[in-house]
């Protein structure tokens, strides 16, 4: 993320030819944390479970089928929006990151790091042939003056679109770090990391 009306401060920021420019923004917060399934119990990822949200390159998409952007305002957390949020004086800038949590059982990877992760329908059930695992939720605010004109960074043809705000990880959690998760997910605790 970055501030577009203040210059960038490393020297490769400037010449790289991508056209992200600016001064980069530090979160002010990052919140890790695992979710349950609503409806059932979850069972553990396998260790290097690869999985993304959002689509890099959903300005120029045929469809926001991939769009998962959660933008937002540290005062209204209940109103999430796929732009760039105009936050009052005194309210930070959120985002959030959602990861699929339906797994097929079968691969830790798949073609675009998309088939063998789903996300749950709206009432929390898992796609048929998928079972439910722990929801990686990445919750990230910034300290942005109201009015201070900010971007994502993104291809040149994306324009740097709010709707582009992507992620992914690998599960490099050992299978005893993993079993805890689950144990504590399925025993309805709060599992924040």
């Known amino acids: 993320m970055r501030r577009t009306d203040r210059p960038g401060s490393r020297p490769h920021e400037n010449s790289a030819g991508h056209g992200n420019?600016?001064?980069?923004?530090?979160e002010a917060s990052v919140r890790v944390e695992f979710r349950?399934?609503?409806?059932?119990?979850v069972v553990a990822m396998p260790r290097f479970l690869r999985g993304m949200t959002g689509d890099a390159v959903a300005y120029t998409a045929a469809s926001d089928a991939e769009v998962r952007a959660r933008w937002g305002c540290s005062g209204a957390p209940d109103r999430p929006t796929t732009r760039y949020p105009r936050c009052p004086e005194g309210d930070r800038v959120t985002r959030t990151l959602v990861f699929p949590s339906c797994w097929n059982g079968l691969d830790t990877a798949g073609e675009g790091h998309r088939s063998h992760l789903k996300f749950p329908a709206a009432d929390g059930v898992c796609p048929r042939g998928t079972f439910p695992v722990p929801e990686l939720r990445?919750?990230?605010s910034y300290e942005v003056p109201a009015g201070?004109?900010?971007?994502?960074?993104?291809?040149p043809e994306q324009r740097h679109s709010p709707k582009t705000d992507h992620g992914m990880f690998v599960n490099a959690m050992t299978e005893r770090q993993?079993?805890?998760v689950v144990a504590c997910l399925n025993e309805?605790?709060?599992c924040r990391m």
């Open 188 to 190: 309805g605790r709060d």
């Open 138 to 140: 990445v919750s990230l």
């Open 178 to 180: 993993m079993a805890g």
């Open 21 to 26: 420019t600016g001064a980069i923004l530090p």
């Open 148 to 155: 201070a004109p900010m971007a994502l960074d993104s291809f």
């Open 36 to 41: 349950g399934s609503p409806v059932s119990k």
